[in-house]
């Protein structure tokens, strides 16, 4: 596999003989990467990146490479034209994911792509616990949340890492997937989705043969969403939700049809069938902004007096875990986050198989921002210590095995040479990941394949085992617990 343009090590040496300290002074992120413009022909880099190795930003074959904002991706983020084309907590994310085959050829973080009126998701989310403990890794400017005003930085941990793992969160077997709320099913032109999967695992799974279907179907979609959009403007919230139906059957991988649905059906006051749909979305994806939501709504009163209503069913259904799980959706999309955190802390006692509102509510209790004095936003903060021994790169080396979900087994393979692969049982294919890895300057493991990042957050037990946590997940993510073979 070819090596990072940042490449692991950092300064200088072969990889061969008998070098064992793999060491970087930097992770990457998608924006600090370089990329290859299809369109233009040209390479260049993203935002704060250098160097010369291609990401895949098109070409056109099936699979998503070439279709929509896979083309032009890069490329927009770069000359920085308008914002909506690439999320800008995706490229600035430590784990992520920029391969069209984790997420279909329709990605949350490209919706404005795809969608005019859509303005945007969530851009607050932040995780206040990685700040403090690595304090020398500071929020961008660029979309900070309020209560905020720091300087550029290379990346920040923001939200779930499924957000920007896509599936990969899941067929690495880091996180498992139920959807505790029963949605009704949609019917395509090739299958009946159920919503028993997040939705990146339903968009890698039907996506178009070929990019002049894909056009074909985003097409049909489209005009059917603008269907929808026109009835429910007009009160008309069936005739809305039978249109958002059809727009999925068409483009069933695009999560912005099925965001669309559970807002018809929030409107018809189908408060479980709506928590059903929104799982599935929030497990792939951060939700909508408040400007995406209210814009469906031709009266914004309209709106308030569907909320009231559901606030209204919650307080008399104090043990319902859906209604909650739907109000603290809606909630997050106000930005009103200690009221979604309360919601979401509710649904995790009344529904502990919800791991989705769990996540949310980890997050969310380490997220409202606390404001900052003054002269504490014009130097950088003092690193702050890790709690943790040291880790030898040499300690590393060998095979790990850890238990997953349903029983089966991750396998971590670390090389002296600085290669590894990661294997999942409960994956289609056994190996998910291979590439390279190394220790970040403060002790972070990272693995980086093509167009894929994971950085974990390791530390030895008392009993020899590794155990290994995404880095920036919420509290309470329990990680894996490595074993060596």
């Given at each position: 596999m070819a090596a990072n343009a940042r490449a692991v090590g950092g300064g200088g040496g072969s990889r061969g003989g008998g070098r064992t300290a793999v060491r970087s002074s930097h992770i990457d992120t998608v924006a600090t990467r370089p990329f290859y413009n299809a369109r233009a022909g040209v390479y260049g880099a993203y935002a704060g990146g250098g160097g010369t190795r291609p990401i895949r930003a098109g070409g056109g074959a099936a699979g998503g490479g070439g279709y929509g904002v896979w083309r032009h991706a890069g490329y927009h983020h770069h000359h920085h034209h308008h914002p909506r084309h690439s999320h800008p907590a995706f490229w600035h994310s430590v784990n992520y994911a920029y391969r069209p085959s984790v997420w279909g050829y329709r990605p949350w973080w490209g919706a404005g792509y795809s969608h005019s009126w859509h303005h945007g998701s969530w851009n607050y989310g932040w995780n206040r616990h990685w700040h403090s403990r690595y304090a020398y890794y500071r929020r961008p400017a660029l979309y900070y949340p309020p209560g905020y005003r720091v300087r550029y930085t290379s990346f920040v941990p923001w939200g779930l890492a499924s957000w920007t793992l896509g599936r990969l969160a899941y067929d690495t077997g880091y996180y498992s997937y139920h959807n505790p709320y029963i949605a009704p099913p949609v019917t395509t032109h090739t299958t009946v989705i159920r919503y028993s999967e997040p939705i990146t695992v339903v968009a890698s799974n039907h996506e178009p043969t070929s990019e002049e279907a894909a056009a074909t179907a985003a097409e049909k979609s489209a005009a059917a969403l603008d269907r929808a959009r026109a009835a429910f403007r007009a009160g008309d919230y069936l005739a809305a939700a039978t249109a958002a139906e059809e727009a999925i059957s068409h483009t069933p991988g695009d999560p912005v049809p099925h965001e669309f649905r559970a807002l018809t059906l929030f409107a018809l006051g189908r408060y479980d069938d709506a928590a059903g749909v929104l799982h599935s979305v929030l497990a792939s994806g951060p939700g909508w902004d408040w400007e995406t939501l209210i814009g469906s709504y031709g009266d914004p009163e309209r709106y308030t007096g569907h909320l009231r209503k559901l606030e209204e069913y919650v307080a008399a259904n104090p043990d319902a875990a859906a209604p909650h799980f739907l109000l603290g959706?809606?909630?997050?999309?106000?930005?009103?986050?200690?009221?979604?955190?309360?919601?979401?802390?509710?649904?995790?006692?009344?529904?502990?198989?919800?791991?989705?509102?769990?996540?949310?509510?980890?997050?969310?209790?380490?997220?409202?921002?606390?404001?900052?004095?003054p002269e504490a936003t014009e130097e950088a903060p003092?690193?702050?210590?890790?709690?943790?021994?040291?880790?030898?790169?040499?300690?590393?080396?060998?095979?790990w095995k850890a238990p997953a979900a349903g029983g089966k087994a991750v396998t971590l393979s670390l090389t002296p040479a600085g290669t590894f692969t990661w294997s999942y049982e409960g994956a289609e294919k056994g190996e998910v990941l291979s590439g390279e890895w190394s220790l970040d300057d403060d002790g972070l493991l990272v693995l980086k394949d093509e167009d894929v990042q994971m950085v974990g957050d390791i530390a030895f037990n008392a009993d020899g085992t590794l155990h290994f946590l995404l880095a920036g997940s919420p509290e309470g993510d329990p990680g894996l617990t490595f074993k060596k073979e």
């Amino acid at each position: 596999m070819a090596a990072n343009a940042r490449a692991v090590g950092g300064g200088g040496g072969s990889r061969g003989g008998g070098r064992t300290a793999v060491r970087s002074s930097h992770i990457d992120t998608v924006a600090t990467r370089p990329f290859y413009n299809a369109r233009a022909g040209v390479y260049g880099a993203y935002a704060g990146g250098g160097g010369t190795r291609p990401i895949r930003a098109g070409g056109g074959a099936a699979g998503g490479g070439g279709y929509g904002v896979w083309r032009h991706a890069g490329y927009h983020h770069h000359h920085h034209h308008h914002p909506r084309h690439s999320h800008p907590a995706f490229w600035h994310s430590v784990n992520y994911a920029y391969r069209p085959s984790v997420w279909g050829y329709r990605p949350w973080w490209g919706a404005g792509y795809s969608h005019s009126w859509h303005h945007g998701s969530w851009n607050y989310g932040w995780n206040r616990h990685w700040h403090s403990r690595y304090a020398y890794y500071r929020r961008p400017a660029l979309y900070y949340p309020p209560g905020y005003r720091v300087r550029y930085t290379s990346f920040v941990p923001w939200g779930l890492a499924s957000w920007t793992l896509g599936r990969l969160a899941y067929d690495t077997g880091y996180y498992s997937y139920h959807n505790p709320y029963i949605a009704p099913p949609v019917t395509t032109h090739t299958t009946v989705i159920r919503y028993s999967e997040p939705i990146t695992v339903v968009a890698s799974n039907h996506e178009p043969t070929s990019e002049e279907a894909a056009a074909t179907a985003a097409e049909k979609s489209a005009a059917a969403l603008d269907r929808a959009r026109a009835a429910f403007r007009a009160g008309d919230y069936l005739a809305a939700a039978t249109a958002a139906e059809e727009a999925i059957s068409h483009t069933p991988g695009d999560p912005v049809p099925h965001e669309f649905r559970a807002l018809t059906l929030f409107a018809l006051g189908r408060y479980d069938d709506a928590a059903g749909v929104l799982h599935s979305v929030l497990a792939s994806g951060p939700g909508w902004d408040w400007e995406t939501l209210i814009g469906s709504y031709g009266d914004p009163e309209r709106y308030t007096g569907h909320l009231r209503k559901l606030e209204e069913y919650v307080a008399a259904n104090p043990d319902a875990a859906a209604p909650h799980f739907l109000l603290g959706y809606h909630y997050m999309v106000g930005e009103n986050l200690p009221e979604a955190q309360s919601m979401f802390d509710r649904v995790a006692t009344l529904q502990p198989a919800d791991s989705v509102a769990r996540q949310l509510e980890a997050l969310l209790a380490e997220s409202v921002p606390a404001p900052l004095e003054p002269e504490a936003t014009e130097e950088a903060p003092e690193p702050v210590e890790a709690d943790k021994a040291p880790i030898v790169a040499e300690a590393l080396h060998g095979t790990w095995k850890a238990p997953a979900a349903g029983g089966k087994a991750v396998t971590l393979s670390l090389t002296p040479a600085g290669t590894f692969t990661w294997s999942y049982e409960g994956a289609e294919k056994g190996e998910v990941l291979s590439g390279e890895w190394s220790l970040d300057d403060d002790g972070l493991l990272v693995l980086k394949d093509e167009d894929v990042q994971m950085v974990g957050d390791i530390a030895f037990n008392a009993d020899g085992t590794l155990h290994f946590l995404l880095a920036g997940s919420p509290e309470g993510d329990p990680g894996l617990t490595f074993k060596k073979e």
